[in-house]
């Protein structure tokens, strides 16, 4: 699902405008752009109708102003964006996105949201600029980045682009990928209840994707209440026929790649068409199965690990749940490092506690923090994690980042009704394991003037 990058047709205003000039008000979250997202979008030829009806929408001046993706977990929800977000920037229309995050803060913040929005619209738009500008001179704006929701949008968008109306661009779209990682119901509640009260006078219009979750479900279908101010896609309404020709298409590539990648190491007439096929039935209708296999397949000996995976999904069971699929590849790629059989007790323990922390901690983890934190040595913390290499990035060496490669996966471990019971994690507990480790820590590293700052002893100022 590798997409081009297209030319960067994008406004900037002065440099010296962009320092002191009270745009740092705004606290923006600069890794939430497109530019900081993965490279990986929609592989051309694929979906062709969903981007063909978004590209179609953002041309169309009567189109209802706000667009809503929803698709399951893993159906491809956040590649359709990126590569919608990279032909808005190469045509010049992106007014700037945001990438949401459960596991980083300021990308799981609401609150971020509007106000890097406004930022990036600013330096897209100038007439948008200069009326940001000058309206965060005001001293009453300072804390604008603390605001609620719907203040700031009145504040940052209603306001501002009503004062700039006669010349702001009306071609702009604003994007918000994965909003049902946002931390707070309440607050995405809010966010969507102005936006949609709001939409029809804005000159610029907003692609949402999320989750079906109910707090953002219960707002687009409420459209009574916003006089039809929205359209909705499920991408689970898409014939199956189609997503089936799509993953096809997804599997035979990087396989191809693969092959490539090996030389001589793998026959010429690999794969076989069956085996992709295969493949694509057992994917369904969710990519991240195929980009899962693919990683699971790419990371050693492709020719052994295609045809386990092929023959662990020989069919398709009629009626399953739409999860049924990814979770099978779950259970298949954890299986052996939980196999009693081929690991010890104290291994499968310490790699389902690493995998808990990892989970638990809504933020980024270092290597060297994990090991921290459950007391163990790095090495043996990157041991037990290489083990499940093709469902968490684990640094190759060195101590770096380590994060799962999708929220379905964490999903599917704290589902006790998908995940069998020697891989099920109790999150609630694992967040109790982790609150006493880290109490542990505390009890044995803090002491007093842990930093050596020097101090005064008394009033009579005796340095100390």
């Known amino acids: 699902m590798n997409d081009v990058h297209g030319d960067q047709k994008i406004y900037h205003a002065p440099v010296s405008n962009y320092h002191g000039d009270g745009l740092t008000t ?8 497109i530019r900081a997202q993965s490279q990986e979008g929609c592989l051309p030829g694929t979906r062709v109708m969903v981007l063909d009806g978004l590209r179609e929408w953002s041309r169309d001046q009567n189109a209802p102003h706000v667009y809503w993706l929803v698709g399951a977990a893993g159906a491809g929800k956040s590649a359709i964006a990126r590569s919608f977000a990279r032909w808005l920037n190469a045509e010049g229309i992106l007014g700037g996105s945001f990438f949401c995050h459960r596991q980083t803060t300021n990308r799981a913040d609401i609150k971020s949201i509007v106000r890097t929005l406004a930022c990036f619209l600013s330096r897209q738009d100038p007439s948008y600029h200069s009326a940001l500008i ?14 609620t929701v719907d203040l700031q949008i009145d504040t940052l968008f209603v306001d501002l682009l009503g004062t700039a109306s006669r010349s702001i661009r009306k071609d702009l779209v604003l994007i918000i990928d994965a909003l049902d990682e946002c931390g707070s119901p309440d607050e995405t509640r809010a966010l969507l209840t102005k936006l949609l009260s709001v939409s029809s006078v804005l000159p610029v219009k907003w692609f949402i994707t999320s989750r079906p979750e109910r707090h953002i479900r219960e707002k687009f279908e409420n459209q009574t209440s916003y006089a039809n101010a929205s359209l909705v ?36 007439d690999w794969p076989q068409s069956r ?17 899962t296999a693919i990683k699971y397949i790419a990371d050693d000996d492709p020719v052994t690990r295609l045809r386990k995976l092929t023959s662990s999904h020989s069919s398709v069971v ?3 749940p739409l999860t049924g699929s990814i979770d099978d590849m779950y259970k298949f790629i954890l299986a052996d490092a939980f196999d009693p059989e081929k690991r010890d007790a104290d291994e499968i323990a310490l790699t389902r506690r690493a ?44 101590d770096d980042i380590v994060t799962t490669f999708h929220v379905s996966f964490a999903d ?36 007093f003037n842990i930093s ?3 101090f005064i002893a008394n009033r009579r100022g005796i340095d100390i």
Not at 26 to 33: F, I, N, S, W
Not at 275 to 291: C, R
Not at 364 to 377: D, G, Q, R
Not at 422 to 446: C, H, P, S, V, Y
Request: aromatic residues 6%; negative net charge; hydrophobic residues 45%.
């Open 233 to 268: 896609f499920r991408l689970h309404d898409i014939e199956k026929e189609i997503v089936a020709e799509d993953i096809t298409l997804y599997i035979r590539y990087h396989l191809d790649d693969i092959r490539r990648n090996h030389g001589a190491r793998i026959p010429d």
């Open 452 to 454: 050596g700052c020097r």
């Open 355 to 398: 995998i808990a922390t990892i989970l638990t901690v809504y933020e980024p983890l270092l290597l060297s923090t994990i090991a921290s934190l459950l007391y163990e040595p790095v090495e043996r913390i990157r041991s037990c994690l290489d083990r499940v290499h093709a469902v968490i990035l684990v640094p190759p060496k060195g």
């Open 134 to 147: 000058s309206a965060l001179q005001n001293p009453h704006l300072s804390d604008v980045a603390n605001w």
């Open 318 to 320: 009629p009626g399953r």
């Open 275 to 291: 085996d992709v096929g295969q493949l694509a039935e057992s994917a369904g209708t969710l990519f991240i199965f195929a980009a």
């Open 26 to 33: 705004l606290q923006h979250v600069p890794t939430a752009d």
């Open 412 to 447: 599917f471990l704290g589902t006790s009704s998908r995940a069998p019971e020697n891989m099920f994690l109790d999150l609630a507990l694992a967040q109790g394991d982790l609150a006493r480790q880290t109490l542990k820590i505390m009890n044995t590293e803090l002491r």
